[in-house]
Nanobody, 120 residues
Framework: QVKLVESGGGLVRSGQSPRLSCVVSGTTFSSTSIAWYRQAPGMQRDWVASIRSNGSTNYSEPVKGRFTISRDNAKNTVYLQMNSLKPEDTAVYSC??????????????WGQGTQVSVSS
């Protein structure tokens, strides 16, 4: 059973640089693509960044140049380094895994999310 567990959120001040972690279990991590999403109160969930199994990355415009997504295949973990945080970055951050079943069927799994609150 695939499981994702996020950590690293909390209350931070503007300009600080926390790092979120997403630990993945139950699948071949090195073959899994991982994305971070966030959902602010009363808003839809938005894509933040993605990292593929080959290490290639993509970022949404609001975070490009401030956030960095990376992975450590030895630890089955994806990180989201968040720099120069702004109050508008306040949201629940969730990671999502894209992987394939034993029969090759594409599947997706979400973590429970971690709250990041940025004070000015």
């Amino acid at each position: 059973q695939v499981k994702l567990v996020e950590s690293g959120g909390g209350l931070v001040r503007s300009g600080q640089s926390p790092r979120l972690s997403c630990v993945v279990s139950g699948t071949t991590f090195s073959s899994t693509s991982i994305a971070w999403y966030r959902q602010a109160p009363g808003m839809q969930r938005d894509w933040v960044a993605s990292i593929r199994s080959n290490g290639s990355t993509n970022y949404s415009e609001p975070v490009k140049g401030r956030f960095t997504i990376s992975r450590d295949n030895a630890k089955n973990t994806v990180y989201l380094q968040m720099n120069s945080l702004k109050p508008e970055d306040t949201a629940v951050y969730s990671c999502n895994a894209l992987y394939k079943s034993a029969s090759g069927f594409p599947l997706s799994k979400w973590g429970q999310g971690t709250q990041v609150s940025v004070s000015s």
